[in-house]
T-cell receptor, first 115, second 112 residues
Framework: GAGVSQSPSNKVTEKGKDVELRCDPISGHTALYWYRQSLGQGLEFLIYFQGNSAPDKSGLPSDRFSAERTGGSVSTLTIQRTQQEDSAVYLC?????????????FGQGTRLTVV | QQQVKQSPQSLIVQKGGISIINCAYENTAFDYFPWYQQFPGKGPALLIAIRPDVSEKKEGRFTISFNKSAKQFSLHIMDSQPGDSATYFCAASGGGSYIPTFGRGTSLIVHP
């Protein structure tokens, strides 16, 4: 596709349920990031994938959060036993990765509401 | 630990005025400083970026000023327009890390 695609665009779930959020990065982009955007809190880094390297999971807030990236392309962020504080917009971004840092291209995000 | 501090949190300017948003960073190894613009319901999109080998970069009405010694950089929007109303994020990366660290964002409203 032309850009980063995320699905679903909106998700309402009951507290305690598991959810899966999907990200299709731009074709050929080796780097993929997940961020969480809460009101007034900016963009909180969650996890980073680069090629076949082990992901950087340092931003995951708890062990209820996990992510995988299959075949170096599509990524899924899973939140188990959702809590109300998990309500936020989850943003995925991808970029090329060379010797220099470059632009990250963001998807439109998935708005998660836990009720 | 907040590595990139952004201010102000919100900004209101009149059409035609100058909007100024400031960011300060702590990690001297950062070597890439982008600004992102986000409209409601959309993901952030790159507006303009600078590397520390220059002190200023201008693209149309948007200018980044960079002060390496002070570890600060700012976004100036000249002749601000209502269409510029959005949330602006500064970011920084480098020093062996490709993960951008973002400021908390500035909500800009430009009144017609």
């Amino acid at each position: 596709g032309a850009g980063v695609s995320q699905s679903p665009s909106n998700k309402v779930t009951e507290k305690g349920k598991d959810v899966e959020l999907r990200c299709d990065p731009i074709s050929g982009h080796t780097a993929l990031y997940w961020y969480r955007q809460s009101l007034g809190q900016g963009l909180e880094f969650l996890i980073y994938f680069q090629g076949n390297s082990a992901p950087d999971k340092s931003g995951l807030p708890s062990d209820r959060f996990s992510a995988e990236r299959t075949g170096g392309s599509v990524s899924t962020l899973t939140i188990q036993r959702t809590q109300q504080e998990d309500s936020a917009v989850y943003l995925c971004a991808s970029s090329t990765q060379g010797a220099l840092n470059t632009e990250a291209f963001f998807g439109q995000g998935t708005r998660l509401t836990v009720v | 630990q907040q590595q990139v501090k952004q201010s102000p949190q919100s900004l209101i300017v009149q059409k035609g005025g100058i909007s100024i948003i400031n960011c300060a960073y702590e990690n001297t190894a950062f070597d890439y400083f982008p600004w992102y613009q986000q409209f409601p319901g959309k993901g952030p999109a790159l507006l303009i970026a600078i590397r520390p080998d220059v002190s200023e970069k201008k693209e149309g009405r948007f200018t980044i000023s960079f002060n390496k010694s002070a570890k600060q950089f700012s976004l100036h929007i000249m002749d601000s327009q209502p269409g510029d109303s959005a949330t602006y994020f500064c970011a920084a990366s480098g020093g062996g890390s490709y993960i951008p660290t973002f400021g908390r964002g500035t909500s800009l409203i430009v009144h017609p």
